[in-house]
C-alpha cells in the first residue's frame, strides 16, 4: 500500500520560511509526478508547484520567486522550501504524486498526503 506523509508545517511569523517535506512509502515501482496543493479556510484547494521526475517544475504565478519544489528520487521525497511567508499563504498544505505501485496490473494512480497545516501569523 502507499501512503504519502506530508511533515514540517506549523507557526511562522510573517517574512519567515518553512519547508515542507513529502516521503512517499510503500511498494513503489515508480513516481512519475510529485506536487503540492494548499487548501485556505473557505476557499478551493489550489495547485501550488508540480515537479516530474525529470525534475522539470512549475509554479503557480503568484508563488515564483517565493516557493521551491525539488525531490529526492531516491528517498522518493518531495520538498517544499516556502520563503518569505505571508499571512495569507496560510492553508493546509498537500502532497499529491502520481505513481506506479507495484500492483497488477501495473497502473499510474494519483495519491494524496493527509496535509500539514500551514498558519503564518505574528
Known amino acids: 500500500q502507499v501512503q504519502l506523509v506530508e511533515s514540517g508545517g506549523g507557526l511562522v511569523q510573517p517574512g519567515g520560511s518553512l519547508r515542507l517535506s513529502c516521503a512517499a512509502s510503500g511498494s513503489i515501482v515508480s513516481i512519475y509526478r510529485m506536487a503540492w496543493y494548499r487548501q485556505a479556510p473557505g476557499k478551493q484547494r489550489e495547485l501550488v508547484a508540480t515537479?516530474?521526475?525529470?525534475?522539470?517544475?512549475n509554479y503557480a504565478d503568484s508563488l515564483k520567486g517565493r516557493f521551491t519544489i525539488s525531490r529526492d528520487n531516491a528517498k522518493n521525497t518531495a520538498y517544499l522550501q516556502m520563503n518569505t511567508l505571508k499571512p495569507e499563504d496560510t492553508a493546509v498544505y498537500y502532497c499529491?504524486?502520481?505513481?506506479?505501485?507495484?500492483?497488477?496490473?501495473?497502473?499510474?494512480?494519483?495519491?494524496w498526503g493527509q496535509g500539514t497545516q500551514v498558519t503564518v501569523s505574528s
Open positions: 499529491n504524486a502520481d505513481i506506479v505501485p507495484n500492483t497488477i496490473p501495473r497502473m499510474l494512480r494519483s495519491y
Open positions: 515537479i516530474i521526475s525529470g525534475g522539470s517544475t
